[in-house]
């Protein structure tokens, strides 16, 4: 049978599925009990609320543990049983070293003190938020909304989040690299030569008024930087979850639909996999880029 | 004029949702044009560029990567916003 055959044959069968599901369970209208909207929502576990302030323990808080937790974990756990003939997982983990030192931090920062004096922070960045994205894939019991029956012990059902997911995670790690280059490059040039920094060059000739108004543009692509660092991430990662959730599923449940699940499953594979074979890595590499060009930027003798 | 009669009849059920999700879909929608648009330029200049050079090939592949997410991003900035205009 030739290729072309079995591709036709095999894309008659997923739509054949489809079509015997919808003349035998049909449309069972919009259904408004169960929303699966609300695996995003954070149910305070322990309650703590200091000065008005909530310092609540949720779903997001645990995510945030674990990844930190496996981040320092298997990095000392690698670091202290280096061998002269690596395994394969150390070989990936220095592989991934040499692309956080060589590639993210030398390749962007050219001072070498500046580089050296950078880089720890530029890699905790990638494997944090690496292990963050990654572990947001992995189906871990922390649906409190909802319980299943093992053995007579009320099991949280299985959920995917990530701390990234959270507008406050990725939101925090922005601020603090916008912090850090800010401070850098005044450190390196005195805290008036810097802002006169932002001028791009070749603009000696220029009245103050134009100078101005392109100084006031810069500012403002200051500023907007760590809402784009931040949003760049978290909006990857929630398009990424609230994907896999309405094509597993999600969608047939909400509009009472079940054909519609035999379409949209596959698809929840593809993005499965891609949001684990290239997003995930993907986002890491782009937030301490990022961040390694903008310190670079900064203390770059001309802008 | 007949064929419009029907939809009038329709959207005379307009609820606020129904419009708000209308805009949600049509505001991501538009923002996915530009970023595929933009990710398809990028990766079709990448492809151009190998095949001039094939010697710079890492060096290209770190770039394009960078670029690729850069863009990709723009969509997904509609999308927040429309989901903004949503809840809101």
């Known amino acids: 049978m030739s290729t072309k055959r079995k591709v036709l044959i095999g894309l008659l069968l997923y739509f054949a599925i489809t079509a015997i599901l919808i003349l035998v369970v049909g449309n069972e209208g919009k259904n408004d009990e169960f929303q699966p909207q609300n695996e995003f929502l954070l149910t305070p576990?322990?309650?703590?609320?200091?000065?008005?302030?909530?310092?609540?323990?949720?779903?997001?808080?645990?995510?945030?543990?674990?990844?930190?937790?496996?981040?320092?974990?298997?990095?000392?756990?690698?670091?202290?049983?280096m061998q002269r003939e690596p395994n394969k997982v150390q070989m990936a983990v220095e592989l991934a070293y040499d692309l956080t030192r060589d590639n993210i931090t030398r390749g962007n920062i050219p001072d070498q003190k500046l580089a050296r004096r950078w880089f720890p922070y530029l890699a905790g960045l990638f494997f944090f938020i690496w292990f963050s994205n990654m572990l947001g894939y992995l189906p871990l019991p922390t649906?409190?909304?909802?319980?299943?029956?093992?053995?007579?012990?009320a099991v949280p059902t299985l959920?995917?989040?990530?701390?990234?997911a959270n507008i406050s995670i990725p939101l925090a790690l922005a601020l603090v690299s916008t912090a850090i280059y800010h401070i850098e490059g005044?450190?390196?040039?005195g805290f008036f030569k810097y802002f006169a920094s932002w001028l791009p060059g070749g603009l000696e000739d220029m009245n103050v008024f134009g100078k101005a108004a392109i100084f006031s543009i810069e500012a403002i692509s200051h500023l907007v930087r760590p809402i784009s660092?931040?949003?760049?991430?978290?909006?990857n990662i929630l398009a990424g979850h609230l994907l896999i959730l309405f094509m597993a599923?999600?969608?047939?449940?909400?509009?009472?639909?079940?054909?519609?699940?035999?379409?949209?499953?596959?698809?929840?594979?593809?993005?499965?996999v891609?949001?684990?074979?290239?997003?995930?890595?993907?986002?890491?590499?782009i937030f301490s880029t990022l961040t390694a060009i903008y310190i670079g930027g900064a203390t770059a003798e001309s802008h | 004029m007949d064929v419009l009669l029907p939809l009038a009849q329709a959207a005379s059920g307009v609820t606020d949702d129904g419009l708000k999700s209308i805009a949600l879909g049509i505001g991501a929608g538009l923002g996915s044009i530009g970023a595929g648009i933009g990710i398809g330029i990028i990766f079709g200049k990448e492809i151009e560029s190998v095949a001039r050079q094939p010697e710079l090939k890492d060096e290209l592949q770190s770039i394009r990567w960078l670029g690729f997410a850069l863009t990709e991003a723009v969509a997904f900035y509609t999308f927040i916003f429309g989901l903004i205009a949503f809840f809101l």
């Open chain 1, 249 to 272: 599923g999600g969608l047939a449940v909400l509009l009472g639909f079940a054909a519609l699940g035999a379409l949209t499953f596959p698809m929840a594979f593809a993005f499965f």
């Open chain 1, 274 to 285: 891609f949001e684990i074979g290239l997003v995930a890595t993907l986002q890491a590499f």
């Open chain 1, 159 to 164: 959920a995917i989040y990530a701390a990234t």
């Open chain 1, 186 to 189: 005044i450190r390196e040039k």
């Open chain 1, 45 to 81: 576990w322990i309650a703590i609320n200091i000065a008005g302030i909530d310092f609540s323990i949720t779903k997001a808080v645990l995510y945030l543990g674990l990844a930190s937790a496996a981040t320092i974990a298997s990095m000392t756990f690698i670091a202290s049983r």
């Open chain 1, 229 to 235: 660092l931040s949003v760049r991430l978290f909006a």
């Open chain 1, 143 to 153: 649906n409190t909304e909802h319980k299943v029956d093992i053995f007579g012990l």
